[in-house]
């Protein structure tokens, strides 16, 4: 087979797979074939595209509102919406007597992965799983039609951050980072992925194009099927959303992150 290059799988309409069997199986032979890189997936409704019709994977706080890339006035404002949340993150996590405050207070992007994984606010983070199973079941959610798995190459995983400088890019895994309380990084098998080194203000983010921090130039494969009968013919069963979101009260740092984002709209409000 001919080795497929990033903007000849990012302007695919994708390769068409008919059960979840017979995506694990492509899969499969991709982590094969990419024998140096390990495979992370995401899940989507749909296909957005860039202006040259290109996939495009970016982190919320780029992403744009409607049409082009945010202005610089609506990255500003995102950015200090994040510094908000990340110090009302450690105020409610101290007040809570989670475990793991010192790495908390200390690591800017494990701030960033509990903001970005439990839909606080818009974050420099993508989210991602490691399993192909949580992907598939969340581009089916509430959707009727067509449904996409992106299938990203990254670098060795070593511990609960991975960065790697010649990637450019920060691994991070949210089993590690998140207290045991934390329910949802578990059960989704969560992984968040961020520029190295990381881009914390929006004078760094100036430095780079927007084309730069798109994660679609990572992409190794896409794939796409239909919601409805796709997972007929399994004995895989998709995850129920109820599954995929436990409440807040089965996860503490949920109701939690509920609190942080109140807050922020409050002030902001």
């Known amino acids: 087979a001919t080795a497929a290059t990033s903007i000849r799988v990012r302007r695919n309409p994708g390769h068409r797979v008919k059960s979840f069997l017979e995506l694990a199986t492509k899969v499969a032979e991709l982590q094969f074939r990419n024998r140096d890189h390990v495979l992370l997936f995401r899940g989507q409704p749909g296909d957005y595209r860039n202006k040259k019709d290109n996939t495009t994977l970016k982190p919320t706080l780029f992403r744009p509102l409607k049409k082009g890339n945010p202005s610089s006035g609506t990255l500003i404002q995102r950015f200090e919406t994040l510094k908000q949340a990340e110090q009302k993150l450690v105020l409610c996590y101290e007040t809570a007597g989670f475990l793991g405050l010192n790495r908390l207070k200390r690591h800017r992007i494990l701030r960033w992965a509990i903001l970005q994984h439990y839909e606080v606010c818009s974050t420099p983070l993508l989210d991602v799983t490691a399993s192909l199973r949580i ?91 239909d919601p409805k009968s796709f997972w007929k013919r399994d004995t895989f069963p998709k995850v129920k959303k109820g599954d995929l979101y436990p409440s807040a009260d089965d996860d503490r740092l949920y109701k939690l992150a509920l609190d942080v984002k109140e807050s922020i709209n409050n002030t902001q409000g």
């Open 135 to 225: 992907a598939a079941s969340f581009a089916s959610l509430d959707h009727i039609g067509q449904a996409f798995i992106f299938v990203l190459g990254v670098p060795n995983l070593s511990g609960a951050i991975t960065a790697s400088a010649e990637a450019g890019l920060q691994i991070v895994r949210l089993s590690s980072v998140c207290p045991p309380s934390a329910i949802r990084p578990h059960i989704q098998e969560g992984y968040l992925l961020g520029e190295y080194p990381e881009m914390s203000a929006y004078e760094q983010k100036e430095q780079y194009s927007h084309y730069e921090i798109d994660f679609g130039r990572r992409l190794v494969a896409k794939f796409c099927f």
